[in-house]
């Protein structure tokens, strides 16, 4: 078993800046890659970015490259998500995940642990 715990999140304004933490605990040796994702109310799950943890290769979906960047510390087994120039639309619970497939995972499904989410919101 795998737990993950989000940090960071809060309300923040337009084209600010801030940083998501996931830290993991547990056999975490099992873990492949990791992700972010978000969530709207009445939404699906939307995949944000990904990382393979052996060789720190990473994917960003449309909507946020450019402006995020994932990255992890192997040794403190954390995860980040820096999120710069945020805009409204950006406001949701963000998620992340981890997966024991190296394969291109992106979808909800590809993915095995899950953390609890964190509220981010961005308004003036």
């Known amino acids: 078993q795998v737990r993950l715990a989000e940090y960071g999140g809060g309300l923040v304004q337009p084209g600010a800046a801030m940083r998501l933490s996931c830290v993991g605990s547990?056999?975490?040796?099992?873990?492949?890659?990791m992700g972010w994702f978000r969530q709207v109310p009445g939404m699906e799950r939307e995949f944000i970015a990904r990382?393979?943890?052996?060789?720190?290769?990473?994917v960003y979906a449309d909507s946020v490259k450019g402006r995020f960047t994932i990255s992890r510390d192997s040794g403190r087994e954390t995860t980040f998500l820096q999120m710069n120039s945020l805009k409204p639309e950006d406001t949701a619970v963000y998620f992340c995940?981890?997966?024991?497939?190296?394969?291109?995972?992106?979808?909800?499904?590809?993915?095995?642990?899950w953390g609890q989410g964190t509220q981010v919101t961005v308004s003036s």
């Open positions: 990382i393979r943890w052996n060789d720190g290769r990473t």
């Open positions: 995940a981890a997966s024991k497939s190296e394969y291109n995972p992106s979808e909800v499904n590809d993915f095995d642990y």
């Open positions: 547990g056999r975490t040796f099992s873990v492949r890659t």
